[in-house]
T-cell receptor
Framework: GAGVSQSPSNKVTEKGKDVELRCDPI?????LYWYRQRLGQGLEFLIY????????KSGLPSDRFSAERTGESVSTLTIQRTQQEDSAVYLC?????????????FGQGTRLTVV | DAKTTQPNSMESNEEEPVHLPCNHS???????IHWYRQLPSQGPEYVIH???SNVNNRMASLAIAEDRKSSTLILHRATLRDAAVYYC??????????????FGQGTTLQVKP
């Protein structure tokens, strides 16, 4: 596809269940980012993948959160034992190698509601 | 991660220029300055970025102070569609986490007709 694709677009889950959120970055983009945005708040950094480097997981809020990326393609963000405070929009972005003309392209996000 | 400071909100009149300031006094020599904006109910979109020299593109201009401790995003003629949250971000280059983008709270721009 032409842009960053995230699925599902909306997810309602019961407290305590595990969820998987998927991100398909733009083909050829080596960098991939996950962010969380609670209602009315700014973007909270979660994790960053850059090429073959070890991912920067410094933003993951707890060990219930994990993310993987297969090579330079799809990434999944997994939240185990979901809590109500996990309700938010989860945004994924990708970019090419940092250089003089790179920009990050964002998907439309997955709106997660934990009931 | 180096931090940025922006005003929480600003107002502008339609068709007038808008200057959005950003302070980044802890910027390092290899940090790029990026600006993104987020329209209501959408993901952020890239606006512009630069290192040392002022930059212009079809959306905006970026004026960078000589000491690089501050920058200003300039929208030359604000339209109602420019109402959004504008984020000023520093992106590190030259290390293992090069390109990492950390968003602050941003400036909410209101454009009045």
């Amino acid at each position: 596809g032409a842009g960053v694709s995230q699925s599902p677009s909306n997810k309602v889950t019961e407290k305590g269940k595990d969820v998987e959120l998927r991100c398909d970055p733009i083909s050829g983009h080596t960098a991939l980012y996950w962010y969380r945005q609670r209602l009315g708040q700014g973007l909270e950094f979660l994790i960053y993948f850059q090429g073959n480097s070890a991912p920067d997981k410094s933003g993951l809020p707890s060990d219930r959160f994990s993310a993987e990326r297969t090579g330079e393609s799809v990434s999944t963000l997994t939240i185990q034992r979901t809590q109500q405070e996990d309700s938010a929009v989860y945004l994924c972005a990708s970019s090419s190698l940092p250089g003089t003309n790179y920009e990050a392209f964002f998907g439309q996000g997955t709106r997660l509601t934990v009931v | 991660d180096a931090k940025t400071t922006q005003p929480n909100s600003m107002e502008s009149n339609e068709e007038e220029p808008v200057h959005l300031p950003c302070n980044h006094s802890t910027i390092s020599g290899t940090d790029y300055i990026h600006w993104y904006r987020q329209l209501p109910s959408q993901g952020p979109e890239y606006v512009i970025h630069g290192l040392t020299s002022n930059v212009n593109n079809r959306m905006a201009s970026l004026a960078i102070a000589e000491d690089r401790k501050s920058s200003t995003l300039i929208l030359h003629r604000a339209t109602l569609r420019d109402a959004a949250v504008y984020y000023c971000i520093l992106s590190l280059h030259g290390s293992s986490n090069t390109g990492k983008l950390i968003f602050g709270q941003g400036t909410t721009l209101q454009v009045k007709p």
